[in-house]
């Protein structure tokens, strides 16, 4: 379970983080979220899964587009999460004992 202190974390980098859930999985929708990689900054919607994914990974990190070619992220995979369609790169090891903000910061290194 997502607390608030753990949402305020990220409200710091994202003002309008919220939780939302989708069978059983607690995700933070992260609006207009400021992505920045090796070739482009960007502001883009993006979506945090900071427990176990049933895709496998520990961690997980959805943007609402592909950013090929950018750090580690070279294979990116179509989702679809609550209602929408997500991507996310092979991006493994980020461990969900972190705080929900370092999660997301290790996630958005891999872009760079």
Not at 68 to 75: A, E, L, V, Y
Not at 104 to 110: D, I, N, V, Y
Request: with cysteine; charged share 20%.
């Amino acid at each position: 379970m997502i607390n608030e202190e753990n949402l305020d974390g990220l409200r710091k980098v994202c003002d309008g983080a919220k939780v939302m859930q989708e069978s059983g999985i607690d995700y933070i929708f992260l609006p207009e979220l400021e992505v920045i990689t090796s070739q482009t900054s960007r502001k883009i919607d993006a979506l945090l899964c900071p427990e176990q994914h049933p895709s496998g990974y520990m961690t997980r990190l959805f943007l609402a587009e592909p950013f090929p070619g950018s750090g580690q992220s070279n294979n990116w995979t179509p989702h679809r999460i609550l209602e929408r369609n997500w991507h996310s790169w092979s991006w493994q090891n980020v461990p969900a004992t972190q705080s929900p903000a370092q999660i997301l910061a290790a996630h958005l290194r891999a872009l760079r």
